[in-house]
């Protein structure tokens, strides 16, 4: 079985300032990890997925993660927060192949002028 | 590529009526999709897995004879919500798992909000 944990539910930046967005998984076999940003009233975009090859996967926007098996972390970082990314970030696991995503709770992203 | 969209974006309706959301995968053919449901505020709750030519699969929890899916093609789903209450509006997201290519990831629908009177 897997899950996922985001720790936060809400995170407040400073525009320009460092964005990371925690996630830690729980998987009984090597999993695949998401992370998806949703604005308001729309469906999901993908981010950016580590699928077992780089353990630091780049993504879209600036945005990047490193998988840390040792942690079971997936956090999510931005070195510079821009006011457009302010909306709502989901991490996910699968074990692949067609199965079944399971979704953390969300972390709502505030970036402050 | 790999693009799902779904229909309608957004529908009211009254108390008592039925209504169908359409997802389609545009590009690419889909075995497997899923339905989700999504309270304001919170995450994606799964509904359903839907394989085309089978019955669908549904989570603990969720009526089958209310929320009745379709997966007539491999590139077709829909999802009936079958007499309508206000406790069924909600944002609704179904997502696609291509036949072919990368099939350990799925593309989401840009979702439908319904709302029940």
């Known amino acids: 079985a897997q899950s996922v944990t985001q720790l936060g539910s809400h995170v407040s930046v400073s525009e320009g300032a460092l964005v990371l967005l925690r996630c830690n998984y729980s998987s009984s076999v090597p999993p695949y990890l998401f992370w998806y940003v949703q604005y308001p009233n729309q469906g999901l975009q993908l981010l950016l997925k580590y699928t077992s090859a780089a353990t630091l996967v780049k993504g879209i926007n600036g945005f990047e993660a490193e998988f840390k098996k040792s942690e079971t972390s997936f956090h999510l970082t931005k070195p510079s927060a821009h006011m457009s990314d302010a909306a709502e970030y989901f991490c996910?696991?699968?074990?692949?192949?067609?199965?079944?995503?399971?979704f953390g709770t969300g972390t709502s992203l505030t970036v402050i002028p | 590529g790999a693009v799902v969209s779904q229909h309608p974006s957004r529908v009211i309706c009254k108390s008592g009526t039925s209504v169908k959301i359409e997802c389609r995968s545009l590009?690419?053919?889909?075995?497997?999709m899923f339905w989700y449901r999504q309270f304001p505020k919170q995450s994606l709750m799964l509904m359903a897995t839907?394989?085309?030519?089978?019955?669908?699969?549904?989570e603990q929890g969720v009526e089958k004879d209310k929320f009745l899916i379709n997966h007539a093609s491999l590139t077709l789903s829909t999802l009936t919500v079958t007499s309508a209450h206000p406790e069924d509006s909600s944002f609704y997201i179904c997502?696609?798992?291509?036949?072919?290519?990368?099939?350990?990831?799925?593309?989401f629908g840009p979702g439908t909000r319904l709302t029940v009177l």
């Open positions: 590009d690419f053919q889909a075995t497997t």
């Open positions: 839907s394989n085309e030519g089978s019955k669908a699969t549904y």
């Open positions: 996910a696991v699968t074990a692949g192949t067609g199965n079944q995503f399971y």
């Open positions: 997502s696609a798992v291509p036949l072919l290519g990368t099939r350990n990831e799925q593309f």
